[in-house]
């Protein structure tokens, strides 16, 4: 008879993953990141435990896009005031806060309950190709 195991808080092992989005698709390199967040690459994923790595992204700003998604794409969010809905192009979001555009792509693609919140604070976006995050010395990983 087979048992199933499932991960304890404490078991969990985790490490740190270095991600270089300079020319690779927003889409494709959001759902590697969620994936690692979540930890469903490890043989001992749990779905309702955090057993995901720490992620680190650099050259966000240089992330592609296809088709005509900058000018096209639009990101809302609502204000809180009666007719307060605003919008802003992927091509603006880029030259305004271009990690922004990664968190929401993963955010997006993360569970819709309470370990989302969880997930992305283990998530390091960077516009550039400089990290602070040396001396917890990253494995760079090829998407």
């Known amino acids: 008879m087979q048992k199933t195991t499932l991960t304890k808080k404490e078991e969990v092992t985790r490490n740190w993953v270095l991600i270089d989005l300079a020319n690779k698709e927003l889409g494709r390199a959001a759902t590697r990141i969620a994936n690692l967040l979540r930890g469903k690459h490890k043989v001992t994923y749990t779905p309702h435990q955090d057993t995901g790595d720490f992620v680190i992204a650099i050259n966000a700003a240089s992330v592609k896009l ?3 998604k900058e000018k096209d794409k639009v990101y809302y969010h609502h204000t809180g005031y009666i007719g307060g809905i605003k919008g802003i192009t992927a091509g ?3 030259r305004k806060n271009p990690a922004k555009m990664i968190e929401k792509a993963v955010s997006g693609m993360l569970p819709h309950n309470k370990t989302r ?4 604070k283990k998530l390091h976006v960077y516009a550039g190709s400089e990290h ?4 917890q010395q990253p494995k760079p990983l090829e998407i």
């Open 132 to 135: 602070p995050h040396l001396a």
């Open 117 to 120: 919140k969880h997930l992305l």
């Open 92 to 94: 603006e979001l880029r």
């Open 66 to 68: 296809t088709g005509n």
